[in-house]
């Protein structure tokens, strides 16, 4: 036997061994339970990240956060006015608002933005008073107001005066008692007005005037009285005219009538008055 051979035998006697061995191992398995056939096996879908930006949320609830916080913030102002009282000196304004405000009175005679005049604050109502001492003109009112988050509201436009306590003085009854052999004569001045009802010149004894009255005129504020102003004048020959100014304090009443009878000497002369007040407010 050739060399070549005898490793050919050998190396399949090795190799016969080797699969018996294997063989009996399978043999010597304990197979288990019969497994049926299985059908296709599928993997579960596996869905990768987005790669684009993350979904905001849904538009609905954006929208319902958004308008429930727009109502807060621009919810209405309501800010409403009105004439509180009216006096000698002024008008006093009040206002009301729906939460508090810093408010400002606009005010002016062509229209309420001509001036300004803070009320204090910021508050939800408050009153203040507009000074109007030389006139009694019609003036326009309105009243802004403005709120910490910066919302505006204002009032409607409204017209006021002053109280205008008006005063008519009427002499009822004036005589002027001259000394014989002399004249005389007596003028009347009241508010800017006069009226010379009796003279110069006249001879007396007594002589006696028309009753009279001076134009109606508006009182100052707080006005409770004022000067009815009487001229005398005097002839007494052979001396020169004289002449002599008194002034007679007329009380006013603060509404209606009064009746005021007075009795007035001067350079020789006596004037006898009965005069009636009529004041009247508007």
Do not use: C, N
């Amino acid at each position: 036997m050739s060399r070549r051979l005898l490793v050919v035998l050998v190396a399949l006697g090795m190799l016969a061994t080797g699969g018996g061995v294997a063989v009996g191992l399978l043999l010597a398995r304990d197979p288990g339970p019969t497994t049926p056939a299985a059908g296709p096996t599928t993997i579960p879908e596996t869905t990768a990240p987005p790669t684009s930006r993350p979904a905001t949320p849904s538009s609905s609830s954006t929208s319902s956060s958004g308008t429930s916080s727009t109502t807060a913030t621009t919810a209405d102002l309501s800010v409403q006015a009105r004439v509180v009282d009216r006096l000698e000196d002024g008008v006093v304004v009040g206002y009301e608002a729906t939460e508090p405000v810093s408010a400002v009175l606009l005010w002016g005679f062509g229209g309420p933005g001509e001036q300004q005049l803070p009320f204090p604050g910021p508050a939800t109502q408050g009153t203040l008073k507009l000074s109007l001492t030389e006139t009694v003109r019609t003036v326009a009112l309105q009243v802004a107001g403005r709120s910490a988050d910066g919302r505006t509201g204002s009032s409607d436009t409204m017209t006021a005066r002053r109280l205008a306590r008006r005063v008519v003085l009427e002499v009822r009854d004036l005589t002027l008692d001259i000394p014989v052999g002399t004249t005389g004569g007596i003028a009347t001045s009241f508010r800017g007005s006069t009226v010379t009802p009796l003279g110069p010149g006249l001879s007396g004894p007594t002589v006696s005037a028309e009753p009279y009255a001076f134009p109606s005129s508006v009182l100052g504020a707080g006005t409770r009285s004022g000067p009815l102003t009487l001229r005398f004048s005097h002839d007494v020959p052979p001396e020169p005219s004289r002449t002599r100014v008194v002034d007679l304090t007329v009380p006013f009443p603060a509404e209606g009538q009064a009746t005021l009878e007075r009795d007035v000497s001067a350079i020789g002369l006596t004037a006898h008055l009965r005069l009636r007040v009529t004041v009247t407010a508007s």
